[in-house]
């Protein structure tokens, strides 16, 4: 006996083998997220007026089969490998037997039979059934035996087998015993001829049974579990943004699985509004747009480093009113609740922008807040009230430090370093010009290149992870994966690429990446020819920009940040304002470093008025 402390169950450690001998039953409990995922989406639903019974939908859901047949299955359960979208493209499934069939057929052995089954399922290949009293057995899966049932089946028609028996039979030819084998073939043909058979042809059907017996699968257990993936694809196809929504609400801690969900949101149409603490929960959540269409509400509690449970209080000191400004705010939260790390990550995150849209300032007085939030609860605690607070309504201004924002580009990368990925904007989209000049592919794009035959590509992209490892060879290879306003792609460095681009590879670079692409087994493998440095690769593209400037006091920064940047093949032009209509271009004299990096210092330049790339 074994006593498991977290359960006041004994557990008796008994092999499995033994259970039946001994008279017990084994059974498995199986425990699946998605059926949270689920249940997740009809509670959501019904926030919204919606009513959904999942055990009494129709099975045959055109918009669902339509969604399965194009491969568009991110989120659908069972189904979201490569290989199974591959399987449902051929398939085109149209009934509800045929997702049966895929979970049952999609495994070593028993998936060389897809083809034959999608061939003969469109009519390109006649079914065969060996004998007519096999047709109404296998017509549903068109002659081909893919479940444990249908070998019981057989044996108990053809050869009048009892269904206790017919399950010995599948037994003996799952375990392969050669004895009993032996035996059970005695009796299939025995039994077969007195049924008028031939026992040449009964002895070719025993043969297609044990071939088959071998890797069939259970349909009552392929069909439970076809019903669980045709629920979650109706989910998906008649209400996206709610299923997409709790596929993230049960990923909350998963970064990497965040970032595939947004990009499938965005493929798929569905905008995912920032983190605010005024409209978010602590999980995630739907609501209306001003547009009338649905958004998903990104998480508070899906912000690193934040906690749910903190979250969740902000959440119910906030109510049902919205906080008005940062005093307000400081007055009404539980400082026990909130440190400075979390404040400063929710700032980074952009989930304060609705009470102060400078993130640099309000990051740098977030001990400032706090400290209000600690003074104000202490006055609630003591029932003291603040001088003129309850007679004049007056309230104390909350002093922030005077400064800048930051960059447009650093500031979408502390909100990146607190989501964990590019959620609002991407660090590409100030490169948009030069990635034209420069001819790149869009990461979202490189699996259909491949597939029109292109064999190298340029990719451009925010590193956002690698690992690396060592080979049998003892040389070093990495993966690295790079990510655009589309997606991301995983890039393979070897040895010789990988030690002259290192140095590149940081956290958060943007890179330009020279790749090769080959179709590796299921997967597509995109191997790095060369890696760049992006704002090189786009100064050595022929850049130009044209500065308008509304004060010539802004002239000596400018060379100063020019100088700064090096030379380079860009050119720069200055468009002074002269305070009339007529305006007079100067080309400045040499070549210089012009980068959507140079762009975004100039804007912040005092007297530059506007920053035009070329």
């Known amino acids: 006996l074994y006593r498991d402390p977290k ?45 959904v019974d999942l055990p009494t939908l129709p099975l045959d859901d055109a918009a669902s089969y339509q969604m399965l047949a194009r491969g568009d299955v991110v989120g659908v359960f069972q189904v979201e490998s490569q290989g199974m979208r591959r399987a449902l493209v051929d398939m085109r499934p149209d009934r509800f037997e045929d997702i049966i069939a895929l979970v049952a057929l999609y495994r070593p052995g028993p998936m060389a039979n897809i083809p034959t089954y999608c061939a003969r399922k469109h009519g390109d290949e006649e079914p065969e059934y060996l004998h007519p009293m096999l047709e109404p057995i296998l017509k549903e899966t068109f002659g081909v035996i893919i479940y444990q049932e249908q070998v019981m089946q ?3 028609v053809m050869s009048g087998y009892s269904l206790g028996d017919a399950d010995l039979l599948r ?6 015993i050669r004895a009993e084998m032996e035996a059970q073939r005695e009796t299939f043909v025995a039994g077969a001829t007195a049924r ?36 979650t694809a109706w989910m998906k196809a008649n209400h996206a943004e709610v299923f997409i929504a709790a596929c993230m609400s049960l990923a909350l801690g998963n970064t990497d699985r965040l970032a595939s969900l947004r990009e ?13 603490i005024n409209h978010s929960g602590a999980d995630f959540s739907v609501e209306r747009t001003q547009e009338g269409g649905l958004a998903i509400r990104y998480a508070l509690a899906a912000v690193k480093k ?43 995150a952009g989930a304060f922008d609705a009470l102060e849209g400078n993130r640099a300032r309000l990051f740098a007085g977030a001990e400032a807040i706090l400290r209000r939030a600690q003074a104000t609860a202490e006055e609630k605690e003591s029932g003291q009230i603040a001088l003129f607070g ?56 490189v699996e259909s290149v491949a597939q029109a035959g292109v064999t ?85 593209a022929g850049a130009a920009m044209r500065i308008w400037l509304r004060e010539t006091a802004s002239v000596p920064h400018i060379r100063e940040l020019l100088g700064r940047e090096g030379s380079g093949k860009g050119r720069v032009i200055l468009v002074p304002r002269l305070g009339t209509t007529q305006t007079v271009e100067i080309a400045l004299p040499g070549g210089f470093n012009v980068t959507p990096r140079l762009a975004q210092a100039l804007k912040v330049i005092p007297g530059v008025e506007q920053v035009e790339e070329l």
């Not at 509670?43 to 009513?51: D, I, N, S, T, Y």
């Open 306 to 348: 934040v906690g749910f449970a903190a979250m969740q209080a902000l959440v119910e000191a906030r109510g049902d009113q919205t906080f008005v400004d940062l005093v307000d705010f400081s007055a009404r939260v539980d400082p026990r609740q909130l440190n400075r790390m979390q404040l400063e990550n929710l700032v980074r």
């Open 154 to 156: 057989i044996a108990q």
């Open 196 to 231: 008028g058979i031939a026992k040449a042809k009964a002895t070719e059907v025993f043969e297609l049974m044990a071939k088959f017996a071998d890797y069939g699968f259970n349909k009552s257990h392929a069909a439970a579990y076809a019903l669980v993936a045709y629920q």
């Open 7 to 51: 359960s006041d169950m004994p557990v008796t450690q008994f092999n499995m083998k033994w259970v039946e001998p001994a008279g017990l039953v084994k059974f498995d409990f199986l425990g699946l997220k998605t059926l949270t995922v689920l249940d997740v989406a009809v509670k959501l639903l019904r926030q919204r007026g919606v009513e």
């Open 264 to 276: 499938e949101a965005s493929r798929s149409g569905i905008r995912i509004l920032p983190p605010d």
């Open 390 to 445: 309850a007679t004049q309504g007056t309230r104390e201004t909350l002093r922030l430090p005077d400064m800048p924002d930051w960059p447009p580009i650093e500031r979408l990368g502390f909100e990146a370093e607190a989501i964990g990925f590019h959620l609002t904007a991407h660090p590409l989209d100030v490169y948009a010009k030069a990635l034209r000049r420069l001819g790149t592919t869009a990461c979202a794009l």
């Open 171 to 176: 037994r003996a030819m799952g375990k392969k």
């Open 456 to 540: 190298r590509v340029r990719l451009a992209g925010t590193v956002a992870a690698q690992k690396e490892r060592v080979t049998r060879t003892g040389n070093r290879m990495a993966w690295v994966r790079i990510t655009d306003a589309s997606g991301s792609c995983e890039v393979t460095l070897f040895a010789e690429v990988l030690s002259r681009s290192r140095d590149l590879l940081a956290s958060g670079s943007n890179v330009l990446v020279t790749a090769d692409l080959r179709q590796d087994g299921e997967a597509l493998r995109v191997t790095a020819q060369d890696v760049a440095g992006l704002d090189q690769a786009a100064s050595n």
